[in-house]
Structure formats: structure tokens, C-alpha cells
């Protein structure tokens, strides 16, 4: 189950990102900064900026670790100062209690889950 939990996750954190991009249409995409985690050498964050066709900006930061293999990882995403990691933690807790602890019920559920997120009106509104 934590396997095909694990997958649904990933996935729907990517479409989530993406149908953002893709909503944007044409944008350009700066990287402002990168910097080492002052208390461990194996987290970074990315400072970067979206930019729309109308010249709007985005602020956006990628939150990185580097994995046994020495591969930096994305871990989190904030966008427009909206945690997108820490929504869908608050999100699986809200699901589980509904779900009184039945995980593959959260599993089946989790694409609706997500959606009723709004994160891109989240993130318009901000």
C-alpha cells in the first residue's frame, strides 16, 4: 500500500506543478539563487522566478536534498509562499481521519483529494 501510495503521491504532486506551468502558457523561468543548507551540505534550496507572457512574477522555491547516490532530489515546493509539501501532508492527516485510518481508501480517494486543493486558485490569489 505505502508503495502504490508513494506513486499516486508523486504523480499527483507532479500534475499539480505542471497543470500550473501549463496554465501559465508561455513563461520564462529564472534561477535567482541556490543555497546551501548552513546545518547540513545535503539540503540546498533553489530561489527562482516564473515569469508570465503579461510579466507577471512568481516567486517559487524548490527545496532539495542530495540522496545516498549523491543525486540532488526536489523535496518540496513553495510557490507564491504557498507550501505545496505541507498541503498535501494537511491533506493526507484530513483524509486519514475521514477515513478513519483506512489507507487504501485514502489511496483511492487521493486524486479527488488533491483537486479539491485548488492550488492553482491558491496560488492566483496570493
Known amino acids: 500500500q505505502l508503495d502504490e501510495f508513494v506513486v499516486k503521491f508523486k504523480r499527483s504532486l507532479f500534475d499539480s506543478y505542471a ?5 501559465a502558457e508561455n513563461f520564462e523561468i529564472q534561477v535567482k539563487e541556490a543555497t ?3 546545518q547540513s551540505d545535503e539540503r540546498a534550496s533553489v ?5 508570465s507572457a503579461s510579466g507577471t512574477r512568481y516567486p517559487v522555491t524548490y ?3 542530495k540522496n545516498a547516490d549523491g543525486k540532488w532530489l526536489m523535496e518540496n515546493i513553495i ?4 507550501n505545496i509539501g505541507l498541503a498535501f501532508r494537511d491533506r493526507f492527516s ?3 481521519e475521514e477515513n ?4 487504501q481508501a485514502v489511496i483511492d480517494g487521493w486524486s479527488d483529494a488533491v483537486e479539491s486543493l485548488n492550488l492553482d486558485q ?3 490569489k496570493s
Not at 79 to 82: F, I, L, P, S, T
Open 94 to 96: 484530513q483524509e486519514m
Open 63 to 65: 527545496s532539495m536534498y
Open 79 to 82: 510557490v507564491e509562499g504557498v
Open 19 to 23: 497543470q500550473a506551468l501549463v496554465n
Open 122 to 124: 491558491e496560488v492566483d
Open 47 to 51: 530561489q527562482m522566478e516564473v515569469i
Open 36 to 38: 546551501i543548507n548552513p
Open 100 to 103: 478513519r485510518g483506512q489507507i
